[in-house]
């Protein structure tokens, strides 16, 4: 399914919702729009448009204006409205945000929407995600529970425990949406496409703290590459970026530390 | 399956978390020890605010010239040596000057040359 149709698809689907532009109390705004029509020509475009919005105008709500009333052939990805699908990921003048969680009220001036930085550009705003979730398969980021699962007893159902503060230590990082907005915020992804990235070092962090989890060995052989955790210069812009507060900065260079023992452990064991 | 598992143990980066430590310890030096060392050497002394004879030529190659000597040397040379040899390369792969395999020799050579020779001044002095 190209992303087109995705897109058309999920204006349709909740098209009812997307004209919230209350008509009362508005002023006009002048965004700019960097545009990619690879049917068209190789070249991008900035295209502008102005648009009437209120205090509560979010940009994907003034996305989903312009997409309904102003230019149909606009694409860009969205889904929840609510920051938690992690699709409306755009740069809002070079700063990488969630269109539903960006307001157009916090802006004097120019807005320039642009597709997440580091990205190939499929066309428009959508992006085209696949090397970080190739990076997010890498490390794992599921429960590897080694023992083999047992038959369901109804009568001693078996169950995983884990205590408050078993779970207070990994929850922050346990919050990643996968909106991408912390690769296209990392200077060394964009540098290099190889490396890991934050978000996917991250949840590998969050399994390999889950006390339920035994699949720390394998994300470590993962994590302690060049193009694992060594790439990370702790630029920290990830960490102001995430739209969830989850710190990937943090974890990836508690990543570091765990790397560092990994090593010695296996240098001792030869 | 195993070829792929194979291929990331290959990659595997141990030479990494030494570099790292050595950054890490660094940083702290320069962070907490420098300020200080800069202030009384750099600061207060050429201005004649320490007793003259606070470093004079005995009571400095006396303090130097031994082991807390060899101690303070390496903690306010070498490993400050390592920590900027460290935001060196990623510096230079940040402007995509040279190769990243090159720079490591370069800068982690050169850090270690100039620890080796300070730390064989201290010892030189030492066992005169």
Not at chain 1, 8 to 26: C, E, L, W
Not at chain 1, 185 to 211: I, K, M, V, W
Not at chain 1, 253 to 269: D, M, P, R, S, W
Request: aromatic share 10%; proline share 6%; hydrophobic share 40%.
């Amino acid at each position: 399914m190209n992303t087109d149709q995705i897109t058309a698809k999920r204006v349709s689907a909740d098209s009812a919702s997307t004209n919230s532009i209350n008509t009362n109390n508005t002023s006009t705004k002048h965004i700019s729009v960097k545009r990619y029509l690879p049917d068209n020509s190789a070249e991008t475009f900035w295209q502008e448009y102005d648009l009437p919005v209120d205090d509560s105008t979010s940009l994907l709500d003034a996305l989903n204006h312009i997409k309904e009333q102003l230019d149909s052939t606009l694409s860009y990805r969205w889904s929840c409205r609510m920051a938690i699908c992690g699709s409306c990921g755009v740069m809002v003048n070079g700063i990488p945000k969630l269109g539903c969680k960006t307001f157009l009220r916090d802006y004097e001036g120019d807005i320039r929407i642009e597709p997440l930085a580091h990205f190939p550009v499929q066309r428009d705003l959508v992006v085209d995600m696949e090397i970080f979730l190739e990076h997010l398969a890498a490390v794992k980021p599921y429960l590897i529970d080694d023992n083999p699962v047992k038959p369901y007893d109804p009568q001693a159902p078996e169950t995983y425990q884990q205590s408050p503060e078993q779970l207070a230590r990994y929850k922050q990082f346990a919050n990643c949406i996968n909106c991408g907005l912390c690769y296209s915020a990392c200077p060394q992804f964009g540098l290099n496409p190889e490396f890991l990235g934050p978000a996917a070092l991250t949840l590998a962090h969050r399994y390999n703290l889950d006390s339920r989890d035994h699949g720390k060995k394998q994300r470590m052989a993962e994590l302690n590459r060049h193009d694992g955790v060594w790439s990370c210069t702790f630029v920290g812009f990830c960490s102001k970026v995430c739209p969830k507060h989850v710190d990937p900065a943090a974890a990836v260079n508690q990543g570091k530390v765990e790397a560092a023992k990994h090593t010695l452990i296996a240098l001792f064991k030869g | 399956m195993n070829m792929h598992k194979d291929d990331v143990q290959h990659k595997q980066a141990f030479d990494e978390p030494l570099w790292w430590g050595l950054f890490s310890a660094g940083g702290v030096c320069f962070a907490v020890l420098l300020p200080a060392v800069i202030l009384f050497i750099a600061v207060l002394l050429p201005l004649g605010l320490l007793p003259a004879e606070a470093l004079s030529y005995e009571r400095a190659s006396s303090l130097l010239f031994s082991v807390p000597g060899f101690l303070f040397i390496g903690a306010v040379v070498c490993l400050p040596l390592f920590h900027a040899a460290h935001r060196l390369r990623h510096g230079l792969f940040d402007i995509s000057v040279g190769s990243d395999a090159l720079n490591k020799k370069l800068m982690y050579g050169g850090a270690a040359l100039l620890s080796v020779l300070a730390l064989g001044i201290v010892v030189a002095g030492f066992l005169r």
